[in-house]
């Protein structure tokens, strides 16, 4: 069974511009949750989506959105970039939209902004 | 909303000691709390998890412990192995809240374990 891919594996970017990640999650997992990663910070909660619905976001400017398609796939775009948005972004996947079941995470997209 | 700290930030252990970390949590709502390790360069990963209707869990040289009164759970590792050199996340979630499938993550600790 294939996990969860997230595309692209990297990306560099200039202050101002926008980008768009992908997550594809495991076949069956309807859950899609998206996190940033910086060092000292941990992981910070983006949003979820679950049926094509968010249903939680996180503490984060409305540069940051995402959505999520029919078959379950995530996008999340972060538009006019700033440095501080250099992180690694990870999505994960459940097959239920409850917290308490086992959430799968991709291996992330590096993005750096400069 | 929930804040979840977690101590130490770094953890230095020989190989076959014990090490122990520790998190807090503020919502008194959580009832689900994972611990992810993260090897560098890699995905996290789930290495045991405990519900708040559980005191404590054991999965071989893994444990964790959980204290609903104080608001604390705690990840205990024996006999430790340099493969189990990685960052530990700790992280807080209720199920069953309007939370949904959030999960609130403290900052990580970062383990070596001396050969």
């Known amino acids: 069974k294939a996990g969860v891919t997230q595309t692209p594996r990297y990306l560099i970017k200039t202050r101002g511009q926008q980008v768009t990640l992908s997550c594809s999650p495991i076949?069956?997992?309807?859950?899609v949750s998206w996190y940033q990663q910086t060092p000292g910070q941990g992981l910070q909660f983006l949003f979820e989506y679950f049926s094509e619905t968010q249903r939680n976001k996180g503490n984060f400017p409305g540069r940051f959105s995402g959505r999520q398609f029919s078959n379950s796939r995530s996008e999340m775009n972060v538009s006019t970039l700033e440095l501080g948005d250099s992180a690694l972004y990870l999505c994960a996947s459940r097959v239920g939209g409850a917290a308490n079941t086992e959430a799968f995470f991709g291996q992330g997209t590096r993005l750096t902004v400069v | 909303g929930e804040n979840v700290e977690q101590h130490p930030s770094t953890l230095s252990v020989q190989e076959g000691d014990s090490a122990v970390i520790k998190c807090t949590y503020s919502d008194s709502a959580s009832n689900y709390f994972p611990w992810y390790k993260q090897e560098l360069g890699k995905r996290p990963q789930l290495i045991i998890d405990?519900?708040?209707?559980?005191g404590e869990k054991k999965d071989q040289r893994i444990a964790v412990t959980l204290n609903k009164t104080a608001k604390h759970f705690s990840l205990h590792i024996t006999e430790t192995q340099p493969e189990d050199s990685a960052v530990y996340f700790c992280?807080?979630?209720?199920?069953?809240?309007?939370?949904?499938?959030?999960?609130?993550f403290g900052q990580g600790t970062i383990l070596t374990v001396h050969p």
């Open positions: 992280a807080a979630g209720n199920a069953g809240g309007t939370s949904y499938g959030k999960l609130t």
């Open positions: 076949s069956g997992h309807r859950s």
């Open positions: 405990i519900r708040s209707n559980v």
